[in-house]
């Protein structure tokens, strides 16, 4: 049985300047000649991601780095559509943040949770800078035993570079994860740096840049869980068509 190449929608503002979105095609070519992993990869401008219909038929949403987005509310809808939809997720950097916007809004019922980047004025600031930029800087993660972390990286302990200055207030912590929300990562600080939720196919956040790790030319096992997702929710819905076909 031949299955289709796996539809992946890259949201995001893409930009030369932004060092991550100019490694994408080297790390596709590199999924799809090391790993045997073809994705068909779209941009889609956070603009655009809110749209009705915007995300449909993807297999795969990677929220990629660039804050501020264009639209903050794009960027959150494109998290809503794939926890809600199951359709798998990453998040990186800036998309960690949104990842966490989304679930305190839409989970927590925190309606005003708002970045500290684009609304520093806001009450319920659940994105605030870090204690310690992050910009330009490389440090070691903690992953939680038996997460889905552990699972893609295949160790307890990594190392891996960043390009951010904000993070998740440690004061919504608690409530982010009654309701839910697993933080599987720290930083040796206890700084929280990887998130995940439980019970969906693949949902995984990190405020480190996997794209970024190595020269480009081997994907970080961040990107090739992702991929990997993909092709699986891929194979599903095409098996799903086939058995309504029949």
């Given at each position: 049985m031949t299955y289709p190449t796996p539809r992946v929608a890259l949201v995001g503002d893409r930009s030369p300047a932004v060092r991550s979105h100019a490694r994408i095609p080297g790390l596709l070519d590199a999924l799809a000649t090391r790993d045997q992993l073809v994705l068909d990869a779209y941009w889609i401008p956070t603009e655009d991601a809110g749209a009705p219909g915007a995300l449909d038929g993807f297999d795969a949403i990677w929220l990629l780095p660039g804050s501020p987005y264009r639209s903050e509310a794009g960027a959150v809808a494109a998290v809503r559509t794939a926890r809600e939809r199951g359709i798998p997720f990453l998040g990186t950097c800036a998309g960690f943040q949104h990842a966490v916007l989304e679930y305190a809004r839409d989970v927590c019922g925190i309606g005003g949770a708002a970045h500290g980047e684009s609304h520093p004025a806001e009450d319920d600031l659940v994105i605030v800078p870090l204690?310690?930029?992050?910009?330009?800087?490389?440090?070691?993660?903690?992953?939680?035993?038996?997460?889905?972390?552990?699972?893609?990286?295949?160790?307890?302990?990594?190392?891996?570079?960043?390009?951010?200055?904000?993070?998740?207030?440690?004061?919504?912590?608690?409530?982010?994860?009654?309701?839910?929300?697993?933080?599987?990562?720290?930083?040796?600080?206890?700084?929280?740096?990887?998130?995940?939720?439980?019970?969906?196919?693949?949902?995984?956040?990190?405020?480190?840049?996997?794209?970024?790790?190595?020269?480009?030319?081997?994907?970080?096992?961040?990107?090739?869980?992702l991929a990997t997702a993909a092709v699986e929710h891929a194979n599903a819905r095409d098996t799903t068509t086939e058995g309504a076909r029949a």
């Open positions: 204690s310690c930029s992050l910009v330009g800087h490389e440090g070691a993660v903690e992953i939680a035993p038996g997460s889905l972390a552990e699972r893609v990286l295949g160790t307890t302990r990594t190392l891996e570079r960043y390009h951010c200055a904000y993070g998740l207030n440690a004061a919504y912590l608690d409530r982010l994860r009654e309701h839910g929300l697993r933080f599987s990562g720290v930083d040796d600080e206890g700084d929280l740096r990887v998130l995940e939720l439980p019970g969906h196919p693949f949902f995984l956040a990190t405020l480190f840049q996997p794209e970024l790790a190595g020269d480009g030319t081997l994907a970080h096992p961040v990107l090739r869980a």
